[in-house]
T-cell receptor
Framework: EDKVVQSPLSLVVHEGDTVTLNCSYEVTNFRSLLWYKQEKKAPTFLFMLTSSGIEKKSGRLSSILDKKELFSILNITATQTGDSAIYLCAVEEGAGNMLTFGGGTRLMVKP | DVKVTQSSRYLVKRTGEKVFLECVQDMDHENMFWYRQDPGLGLRLIYFSYDVKMKEKGDIPEGYSVSREKKERFSLILESASTNQTSMYLC???????????FGEGSRLTVL
């Protein structure tokens, strides 16, 4: 069964909209959760979350982790066409060497 | 500036051919990873290595092998390529059990 599940699979919005992307996970020995943005090439790092309830913020992007309910959300406010990408969530567990990725959310922002 | 370099951006191979995908990182990272990425399936871990000559199977190791003879280089080998191995292959590295993964640009392999 899938350990890391992202929703929605895809999303189309208009510039200026706010979006919320979800990542739920089920692992036995959680260490951290990471968010990445992937445009045409390599994924680029956005956030790493280890503690519940502490929001991480970078410009219009923010993310928070709920370790009790086992999920994280990534918020993007005032979306721009440059936010169009695949957003990937990954969970690190155990001894910390392996990361398991979710299937990604494909976001398209229309002008 | 940190860098993970994959030797080939695009490859086209025939069924049954042996394929080598090379990855080099210049950050002295202990951990290196090979993922494949397919639409709707996200990134799936093939193999990873936490030290020279050490390797661990990921979620989908069948049909692949790896080699890590030097700390900076991690190679993915397809002994006999098959059409279902057509995919985007991403190499990544990180410091031992800490922080973000740094990715290469990817190698898009097509097996005919």
């Amino acid at each position: 069964e899938d350990k890391v599940v992202q929703s929605p699979l895809s999303l189309v919005v208009h510039e200026g909209d706010t979006v919320t992307l979800n990542c739920s996970y089920e692992v036995t020995n959680f260490r951290s959760l990471l968010w990445y943005k992937q445009e045409k090439k390599a994924p680029t790092f956005l956030f790493m979350l280890t503690s519940s309830g502490i929001e991480k913020k970078s410009g219009r992007l923010s993310s928070i982790l709920d370790k009790k309910e086992l999920f994280s959300i990534l918020n993007i406010t005032a979306t721009q066409t440059g936010d169009s990408a695949i957003y990937l969530c990954a969970v690190e567990e155990g001894a910390g060497n392996m990361l398991t990725f979710g299937g990604g959310t494909r976001l398209m922002v229309k002008p | 500036d940190v860098k993970v370099t994959q030797s080939s951006r695009y490859l086209v191979k025939r069924t049954g051919e042996k394929v080598f995908l090379e990855c080099v990182q210049d950050m002295d990272h202990e951990n290196m990873f090979w993922y494949r990425q397919d639409p709707g399936l996200g990134l799936r871990l093939i193999y990873f290595s936490y030290d020279v000559k050490m390797k661990e199977k990921g979620d989908i190791p069948e049909g692949y092998s790896v080699s890590r003879e030097k700390k900076e280089r991690f190679s993915l080998i397809l002994e006999s390529a098959s059409t279902n191995q057509t995919s985007m292959y991403l190499c990544a590295s990180r410091r031992l059990a800490a922080g973000e993964l740094f990715f290469g640009e990817g190698s898009r392999l097509t097996v005919l």
